[in-house]
């Protein structure tokens, strides 16, 4: 009996212990890309913005704020979608490369307990709208995204977990500088997504082939 | 008394630690998955799985998903406390030499 092989039974006992209950084939370059998504529709919506705010006749200005919504809220989904889009099809490729199953057990847990939070903030949202607290919002999305990256880091490689615990802290901030939601939501869904992204890329991506 | 005594027959196989360590950390896995991630053949897994059971390590619940049988295994309290000796066991043997 050699003490080499206990070492490698330890370490096979890990492996297959993370491999079973972790999704792990998460695709660092989506964070990165969603990110940018954000970036960029903060950045159309800021002008949208500005735009409005130039409008000095006060009617006129009303008018255009009231169609700047829909537009606003366009960009907002065109975002989320293309990030989700992307996601799936990185992870898809990256569990392909890995051999690895993308729709099991691991998975759906992630899944279900990554929505479980953001549902909650979505219908929270709603309410929100509903009361007219509109500068609530901005706090209340990147609260309940944080809180669902931490859910979700118990059953994916457990990095993301930080992600989670800033934005849920800048949302909290955010609460303090109300009308300001999207510098905040710039900064959080889209620079932090993007370091984010790029540690894990690095870390998980690169070395393992 | 030696540490060798935790060290536990049953669970000295490769593929018995791996069975163990996947029912360890997940409430229950069935047969598709284990063999899936221990990449073994069912006739294998099957004898293992056997072993366990007989053991009383582990439970194995028959039931059909539609018209299916599906086969899941789960740990037993006696399976988990013996897992974790063995742990201790080949840990302290490793911090020995």
Same mark, same amino acid.
């Not at chain 1, 800021?46 to 704020?65: M, Q, S, Y």
């Not at chain 1, 898809?92 to 953001?118: C, E, H, M, Q, T």
């Not at chain 1, 901030?173 to 690095?202: E, R």
């Given at each position: 009996?050699?003490?080499?092989?206990?070492?490698?039974?330890?370490?096979? @006992?890990?492996?297959?212990?993370?491999?079973?209950? &972790?999704?792990?084939?998460?695709?660092?370059?989506?964070? !990165?890309?969603?990110?940018?998504?954000?970036?960029?529709?903060? =950045? =159309?919506?800021?002008?949208?913005?500005?735009?409005? +705010?130039?409008?000095?006749?006060? !009617?006129?200005?009303?008018?255009?704020?009231?169609?700047?919504?829909?537009?606003?809220?366009?960009?907002?989904?065109?975002?989320?979608?293309?990030?989700?889009?992307?996601?799936?099809?990185?992870?898809?490729?990256?569990?392909?490369?890995?051999?690895?199953?993308?729709?099991?057990?691991?998975?759906? &847990?992630?899944? @279900? +307990?990554?929505?479980?939070? @953001? =549902?909650?903030?979505?219908?929270?949202?709603?309410?929100? !709208?509903?009361?007219?607290?509109?500068?609530?919002?901005?706090?209340?999305?990147?609260?309940?995204?944080?809180?669902?990256? !931490? +859910?979700?880091?118990?059953?994916?490689?457990?990095?993301?977990?930080?992600?989670?615990?800033? +934005?849920?802290?800048?949302?909290?901030?955010?609460?303090?500088?109300?009308?300001?939601?999207?510098?905040?939501?710039?900064?959080?869904?889209?620079?932090?997504?993007? @370091?984010?992204?790029?540690?894990?890329?690095?870390?998980?991506?690169?070395?393992?082939? | 008394?030696?540490?060798?005594?935790?060290?536990?027959?049953?669970?000295?196989?490769?593929?018995?630690?791996?069975?163990?360590?996947?029912?360890?950390?997940?409430?229950?896995?069935?047969?598709?998955?284990?063999?899936?991630?221990?990449?073994?053949?069912?006739?294998?897994?099957?004898?293992?799985?056997?072993?366990?059971? $007989?053991?009383?390590?582990?439970?194995?619940?028959?039931?059909?998903?539609?018209?299916?049988?599906? $086969?899941?295994?789960?740990? $037993?309290?006696?399976?988990?406390?013996?897992?974790?000796?063995?742990?201790?066991?080949?840990?302290?043997?490793?911090?020995?030499?």
């Amino acid at each position: 009996m050699e003490s080499k092989d206990y070492l490698k039974d330890i370490s096979e @006992i890990k492996n297959m212990m993370h491999k079973s209950s &972790r999704f792990i084939s998460l695709s660092g370059l989506s964070g !990165i890309l969603a990110g940018i998504y954000a970036l960029v529709g903060a =950045i =159309i919506a800021h002008r949208i913005i500005l735009d409005i +705010n130039a409008i000095e006749h006060p !009617i006129k200005g009303f008018f255009a704020a009231f169609d700047a919504i829909s537009t606003l809220f366009g960009i907002a989904v065109l975002v989320v979608l293309l990030s989700i889009v992307t996601g799936i099809f990185l992870t898809v490729r990256k569990a392909k490369k890995n051999n690895a199953r993308v729709w099991d057990g691991s998975s759906k &847990r992630l899944v @279900i +307990n990554f929505l479980i939070p @953001i =549902i909650t903030g979505g219908l929270f949202c709603l309410v929100l !709208i509903d009361q007219q607290l509109f500068g609530l919002i901005a706090p209340a999305t990147l609260i309940f995204y944080g809180l669902g990256c !931490i +859910n979700a880091s118990k059953y994916t490689l457990g990095d993301i977990r930080y992600l989670g615990l800033i +934005n849920v802290v800048l949302g909290l901030i955010s609460t303090q500088f109300v009308g300001y939601g999207l510098y905040f939501w710039a900064f959080g869904f889209g620079i932090m997504h993007i @370091i984010y992204g790029t540690v894990m890329y690095f870390k998980y991506d690169t070395d393992r082939k | 008394m030696s540490i060798i005594d935790n060290i536990n027959k049953v669970f000295d196989h490769r593929i018995r630690l791996g069975i163990m360590s996947v029912l360890m950390v997940n409430e229950y896995a069935d047969f598709k998955t284990l063999k899936e991630l221990l990449d073994v053949t069912d006739g294998n897994l099957a004898s293992h799985t056997k072993a366990l059971e $007989t053991a009383e390590y582990i439970k194995v619940e028959k039931q059909f998903i539609g018209r299916k049988p599906n $086969t899941r295994y789960s740990t $037993t309290k006696l399976g988990e406390t013996e897992f974790k000796k063995h742990i201790e066991a080949l840990e302290k043997l490793i911090n020995k030499t």
